[in-house]
Structure formats: structure tokens, C-alpha cells
């Protein structure tokens, strides 16, 4: 997709899949730490406006601690990467930094996410962000294939990493 999409994405990579097949639905982050810093999440969907990949995505909690940090090739080749698309005009969705005062979040604590954004490579300006759930059937669902974004099928990705 190119910059003119109608979408924004949530990145990631194969390791929740399986899990996000079986609940149907992407939920917003509760009770760990959230993708851009060790802080505790505040119940943030992340999306991105950014059409390739957002670095910020690598930083990941449901990675494991020796994967993160990896080049987006490395990620690729170790884990796969993914995408969920939802339209840029879903109602659901805030922009930054909007969505992190709807959700509570201090500002020194939106700083330190901007930082660490920053530090991987991420323009927070791309990150967008839902408090509640979306569907997987409400979304695009794609994976890298090495050299671009290709439709795929979330239910057979999913059974293959189970």
C-alpha cells in the first residue's frame, strides 16, 4: 500500500497470531508494558500511520527479550511480520497525543514513549490509537513476504505457528 492508503496498521509479528485468531479481535494493551517503553500500558490499541513498518513495533513486550531490539529483516526472517489494516477514518481511532490523554497517561510518561519511539526510529506523529477492541473481520490483514505487503489469511498463518 502507498501513502495514500485508507488505512493505518498494527504491526506485528508471528508470535500472537494464534491468539488473536482464536479471541477475533486486536485488544488494547492492559496490565503489561506498552510497545513503546517498559512503562505499564493504559489500554492503547496501536495503530500507525506509517505504510512500511513502525520501528516502534520491535519494541514489543510479546517479544522475547533477545529479539528485541532486531533489525526489521531479522525480525522477518525469525519471526515473520504481519500487519492489521483498519481504515484511517474509523471513529475508534485518536491521534497522538490525543489518545494518551483519553487514556490517562501522564505526560512524562508520553514523553518517555516518545523518546523511546524516537530512539528506534519511529515519528510519533505516525502513532494512532484505539481504546476498544476491533474485530479482526473489520480489518485487513497482510504479511511480509521480504519485499512487500501481500493479502493473507490470518486463521492458516495462525494454524501454521501454532
Not at 491468539?19 to 517503553?37: D, K
Not at 517479544?63 to 533489525?71: E, I, N, P, Q
Not at 504481519?82 to 481511532?93: M, Q, S
Request: proline share 6%; charged share 20%; hydrophobic share 45%.
Amino acid at each position: 500500500m502507498d501513502a495514500d492508503s485508507p488505512f493505518v496498521w498494527h504491526y506485528t509479528v508471528g508470535t500472537p497470531l494464534a491468539a488473536i485468531a482464536r479471541s477475533g479481535r486486536l485488544v488494547p494493551g492492559a496490565g503489561g508494558t506498552c510497545e513503546h517503553t517498559a512503562e505499564v500500558c493504559h489500554g492503547i490499541l496501536w495503530f500507525s500511520r506509517n505504510q512500511q513498518w513502525d520501528p516502534s513495533a520491535s519494541k514489543d513486550d510479546k517479544l522475547r527479550a533477545d529479539a528485541r531490539g532486531l533489525t526489521r529483516a531479522a525480525l522477518h526472517a525469525r519471526f515473520g511480520l504481519y500487519r492489521f489494516g483498519l481504515r484511517a477514518d474509523d471513529r475508534r481511532l485518536l491521534p497522538w497525543p490525543t489518545v494518551t490523554r483519553v487514556a490517562d497517561i501522564d505526560v512524562p510518561d508520553a514523553m518517555t514513549m516518545v523518546a523511546s519511539g524516537l530512539r528506534c526510529g519511529a515519528a510519533p506523529t505516525d502513532w494512532i490509537g484505539s481504546l476498544t477492541d476491533v474485530p479482526v473481520d473489520e480489518l485487513v490483514f497482510e504479511a511480509w513476504n521480504g519485499r512487500g505487503w501481500i493479502a493473507a489469511d490470518l486463521h492458516e498463518l495462525a494454524a501454521q505457528l501454532a
